[in-house]
C-alpha cells in the first residue's frame, strides 16, 4: 500500500512539474515576421529549383536508357545480318570449299559477335556516366537547398535579435 501510495504521490509531482506553462514568448516583431516571410518565400523557391533539377536529371537518365537499348538492339541485329550472310555463302559454297567457307564464317560470327558486344558495352558506359552525372546534379541540388534552408534560419534569427 506504501508503495502504491508513493507512487501515485511521485506521479502527482511529475504532472504538476511537467503541466507548467511556458515561459511567455515575446510576440514577433514586425521584422521579424518580414524576415520570416522572406525565408519562406527562399526556402520554396529553393525547394521548387530543386524538384526541377531532379526531374530533368531524371528525364536525361530516362533518355539515355532509351537510346543505349536502341544502341544494343541495333548492333545485334546488325550482328545477326552479317552472320547470315556468312551462313549463306556456306550454304552456296561448293562442298570443296565448304570447309574453307565455314571457318570464314565463323571468323566472321566472332567479329560480328565482338563488334555487337562492343557496341553495347560503349552504350552501356554511356548510359552509365549519365546516371553518375544526374545523380551529382540531384546531390548538389540537394545541397543547394540545404544551404539556402540554413541561410533563411540564420536571417530570421538575426532579424529577432535586434
Given at each position: 500500500m506504501n508503495k502504491l501510495l508513493a507512487t501515485?504521490?511521485?506521479?502527482?509531482?511529475?504532472?504538476?512539474?511537467?503541466?507548467q506553462t511556458?515561459?511567455?514568448?515575446?510576440?514577433?516583431?514586425?521584422?521579424?515576421?518580414k524576415a520570416e516571410?522572406?525565408?519562406?518565400k527562399s526556402v520554396a523557391a529553393a525547394v521548387k529549383s530543386e524538384a526541377k533539377v531532379d526531374v530533368k536529371a531524371d528525364t536525361k537518365v530516362e533518355k539515355a536508357e532509351v537510346k543505349a537499348a536502341a544502341k544494343t538492339t541495333h548492333a545485334h541485329d546488325k550482328a545477326a545480318?552479317?552472320?547470315a550472310k556468312a551462313h549463306a555463302n556456306v550454304a552456296k559454297a561448293d562442298a570443296g570449299d565448304k570447309t574453307k567457307a565455314t571457318a570464314a564464317a565463323e571468323k566472321t560470327d566472332a567479329k560480328?559477335?565482338?563488334?555487337?558486344?562492343?557496341a553495347t558495352l560503349k552504350a552501356e558506359a554511356k548510359l552509365d556516366t549519365t546516371k553518375v552525372n544526374?545523380?551529382?546534379?540531384?546531390?548538389?541540388?540537394?545541397?543547394?537547398?540545404?544551404?539556402?534552408?540554413?541561410?533563411?534560419?540564420?536571417d530570421v534569427?538575426?532579424?529577432?535579435?535586434?
Open positions: 501515485l504521490i511521485a506521479t502527482l509531482f511529475v504532472g504538476v512539474a511537467s503541466a511556458p515561459a511567455p514568448v515575446a510576440p514577433a516583431t514586425p521584422a521579424v515576421v516571410a522572406k525565408a519562406d545480318k552479317t552472320k560480328a559477335d565482338a563488334k555487337a558486344d562492343k544526374a545523380t551529382a546534379d540531384k546531390a548538389a541540388a540537394k545541397l543547394d537547398t540545404t544551404a539556402v534552408k540554413a541561410e533563411a534560419k540564420a534569427k538575426a532579424a529577432g535579435s535586434k
